[in-house]
Each structure stands twice: as C-alpha cells, then as structure tokens.
C-alpha cells in the first residue's frame, strides 16, 4: 500500500504537467482520478473489515452535510449530468485520501519515505521554476504565472513549497533536522517562488511558519524559536523581495517593485478589486470573486444558502457538455478562487462545511502535535501551519481544481485526523504509559492487520 501511495504523490505532482508538456499522452493528466478509483476500493475493502474504527464521527458527519448540501442545490437547480460529474469530480475525487490512514497503519520507516518523498518531489520544482523563468525572459515576456514547476500555476507552486517549509521547520525545532539544513532548504524553496512573483508569499510565509513555530516549540524554548523564524523570514525577505523586484520589472513597463506595490495609493486596492460585476469582462480581483457572487445570490435565499449546484458555474477540461449552466455568467470568479466557487456552487452552507472541516483538522493536529516525541507528533506541528496556510489560500486560489494540492492535503490531514483517533483508542485500551501515542497501535495489529500484508505492502 505503500507504494500505491507514493505512486499516487509522483501522479499528482507531475500528471498533468507531462500530459501537457506533451511529455506523455494527454489522457495521462486523468491518471489521479484512476488512482482514485483504485484507492477507493482499498479503502472500502479493508475499512469495512475494520469497521472504519479510526475515522472521527465528526468527519462523517461533515461529509454527509457536505453530500446532503450538493444533493438539494442539484435539485433545487436542476443541475445537469455533464456538470454533475465535472463538479464531483473536482470536490470528491481526493476523499479515498483522507481516509486511507484511517485503514491503513503505515510504519514509521513507510511515512520517512514519504516525507523524503515529498521534499525530493519540492526540489524538483527548483529548476524546472528557473528554467522556465529563462525562457520567458528570452521571449520577451514578463508575467510570472508560467513560472510553475510541475504544478500548473504559479501560485499553486508557491502554496506548496510554503507547507514544505512549515513542515521541515517543525521537525528543526523538534530537533530531527539541523537549524543550517532547514535555512538551506528553505532558501532554495524562496528562489524558486520568487521567480515566480507570487505577491501572496508575503502573507502566507509568515503566517505558516510563526503558526508552526508555536506549535512546534516547547513554552520554555517558545521564544527562542520564534526568534530564530524571525531571523529565517528576514533571510528569505532579503532573497524573495529582490529577485520579485527585478523580475517584475524585466521587459515590463507597467511592472512595479514590492515597495512600489504597498506604497503607491490604490495599488493594493486595485489588485483585491477590479470592479468586475456580473457582465464585465475585466478580470476578477479577489474581493470581486467574493462580493459579487454574493451580491448576486442574496437576492434568492435558497441561492445563497445552497447555491446554484455542483459544477454549474465552472468550466471543465474534460468538454463543453460538463460545462456548467452559468459558467459563462460566473466564469470570471470561480476561476478566481476556492472560496468563489464553494459560494456559488454550494452556497453559505457548503462553504460553512468546508471551513469547519478545516477547524477540525486544526485541532486535530494541535493535539497530536502536543502528543509526544513521535514523528507524527512532530510532522502534526508542522501540519497545523500548513492548515492556517491551505485555510487562508481558500480564497487566494481555485485549490479544489488541483491534484497536487488537494491529494496532499487530504492524504496528510487524514494522517493527522487517524493518528488522534489511534492515540483515544491506546487510552481506552490501556495502552502502557511509557508506550508514545501510536505505538501500541503499531503493534496491536492483531485483529485487522491479520492481513498483514494488505496493510503494509
């Protein structure tokens, strides 16, 4: 099972890249929704032999209101089956990950490999950022959204390497990773996103990483810590703003320096709103994307509570059919952001679900991350950022639409979710006290891991 999932990382990460680089046929870019299906039939498998004794009930919970929710907006809208399909698609494809670590107990030695699987993976992005950052300059081109590695889109390269670096600062301040190596690391992370110019790094930067440090540190060593991020932030400042700097100007004339991007009156303004109501055509900012939407919905209650059906406002690779009904109305916004499309899509409620999905997780991983000295404890510290990080890029990016972002998250976030559960059920069932949370787990394997080599392949 191990390998499926690490196979599962390397698709998700690279898919659609080789399908569109032409690197490998186009169909490659739909290998994500087959390891979906594949997964899915693992999970089924061995969860009902187990009873899905690891999985939270608040989470069942949430995905029935989540399912109840997309059920009464298709039919309050009369929803067709192309979008239906589209829109399922996109929502529910990575739920096989979120519950595979609920069935699956994967040894300590198998989530190493991932972990070092995931960074190899961050690395990757490294020079394929910078080479694509060459090219467009020798094209005479300037913007930096096709400066994104493997995963699509700049922004969503940035996200990405940000929860690495929250994570990889978790496990320095737990001490399994040298201060220099984390400093490395990171450095070469922050080239790669500042090649890119995501403006957003500023926010999403500090924020993962202070909400990681505090989780991470022990309250005697909390300060010294958050002093040490500090100094990592400056540094990673002095290489992003630069780099940002001189790219933004290169073979732009309209470009503009961070400095000049914070500091010019209505800059800022006019990057979060472009005043793109419904029927313009000017690019939505990110404000836009909110507003108007619910501008738009209030004006029917059942719209603005359930809205207008999974997949009827956005567009679909997969052909006009899977289209939705009002793409070409509301295009402009779910294009935009997560947070766009879940109030369009699903209304205030569903995006009320999906919020608290997230608070769930984040308590999750701050129990787990205060568990003990276990590399789940410690990768939970780390994890919390990634949460604060994933929460806030809701409404920075479409993170739904991509593989690579929304399979890691959920494969992690159910680790995290499984791993609490473990730890109740060692407390209920008198685990030994000088056992650390997950052990005894690990080695009472008896009663579903009869099978044990299903559950640790």
């Known amino acids: 099972m191990n390998v499926l999932v690490m196979a599962t990382m390397v698709i998700v990460m690279t898919a659609a890249?080789?399908?569109?680089?032409?690197?490998?046929?186009?169909?490659?870019?739909?290998?994500?929704?087959?390891?979906?299906?594949?997964?899915?039939?693992?999970?089924?498998?061995?969860?009902?032999?187990?009873h899905f004794r690891y999985v939270a009930p608040k989470y069942w919970l949430v995905a029935l209101a989540m399912i109840a929710v997309v059920i009464f907006g298709i039919l309050a809208n009369g929803v067709g089956s192309g979008p239906i399909l589209s829109g399922a698609r996109y929502y529910f494809r990575a739920a096989p990950m979120f519950l595979l670590p609920a069935v699956v107990l994967f040894s300590g030695i198998q989530l190493r490999q991932q972990g070092i699987l995931l960074v190899l993976l961050a690395l990757l992005q490294i020079p394929l950022a910078i080479s694509q950052r060459w090219t467009l300059v020798d094209e005479g081109r300037f913007t930096g959204d096709y400066v994104y590695g493997t995963l699509m889109i700049s922004g969503v390269m940035t996200v990405f390497l940000i929860a690495v670096i929250c994570v990889l600062a978790a496990f320095t301040f737990r001490n399994r990773l040298r201060v220099w190596q984390f400093v490395v690391l990171s450095l070469a992370f922050m080239l790669a996103i500042a090649v890119n110019e995501t403006k957003v790094t500023l926010l999403l930067l500090p924020i993962g990483l202070l909400v990681t440090v505090w989780h991470a540190s022990v309250p005697a060593k909390r300060a010294r810590h958050l002093g040490i991020s500090l100094a990592v932030l400056t540094l990673l400042g002095a290489v992003f703003i630069p780099i940002y700097d001189h790219y933004s100007k290169l073979n732009n004339p309209y470009g503009q320096t961070l400095g000049e991007f914070f500091t010019e009156e209505g800059a800022l303004e006019r990057y979060l709103r472009t005043d793109a109501g419904i029927g313009s055509d000017k690019e939505a900012g990110r404000v836009d994307a909110i507003v108007e939407p619910l501008n738009a919905l209030s004006k029917d209650p059942i719209h603005l509570v359930l809205g207008l059906g999974i997949g009827n406002a956005s567009n679909s690779n997969i052909g006009v059919n899977f289209r939705g009904e009002y793409f070409g109305v509301y295009g402009r916004y779910t294009i935009t952001s997560t947070v766009a499309t879940l109030?369009?899509?699903?209304?205030?409620?569903?995006?009320?679900?999906?919020?608290?999905?997230?608070?769930?997780?984040?308590?999750?991983?701050?129990?787990?991350?205060?568990?003990?000295?276990?590399?789940?404890?410690?990768?939970?510290?780390?994890?919390?950022?990634?949460?604060?990080?994933?929460?806030?890029?809701?409404?920075?990016?479409?993170?739904?639409?991509?593989?690579?972002?929304?399979?890691?998250?959920?494969?992690?976030?159910?680790?995290?979710?499984?791993?609490?559960?473990?730890?109740?059920?060692?407390?209920?069932?008198g685990a030994p006290s000088t056992q650390p949370a997950g052990v005894a787990s690990r080695l009472r394997s008896a009663a579903p891991a009869r099978t044990a080599g299903a559950l640790r392949s």
């Open 17 to 50: 890249y080789l399908a569109q680089s032409k690197l490998l046929p186009a169909p490659v870019k739909f290998l994500p929704e087959l390891m979906s299906a594949v997964l899915a039939a693992a999970v089924f498998f061995l969860g009902t032999r187990q």
């Open 343 to 429: 109030i369009l899509e699903t209304g205030l409620l569903g995006l009320a679900i999906v919020v608290l999905f997230n608070a769930m997780l984040f308590r999750d991983a701050q129990v787990v991350a205060r568990s003990g000295n276990t590399p789940e404890a410690d990768f939970a510290a780390g994890w919390v950022g990634v949460i604060a990080v994933m929460t806030l890029g809701l409404g920075y990016l479409t993170l739904h639409v991509f593989d690579s972002l929304s399979y890691l998250y959920m494969y992690f976030s159910g680790l995290i979710a499984a791993t609490r559960m473990r730890m109740l059920a060692d407390r209920r069932e």
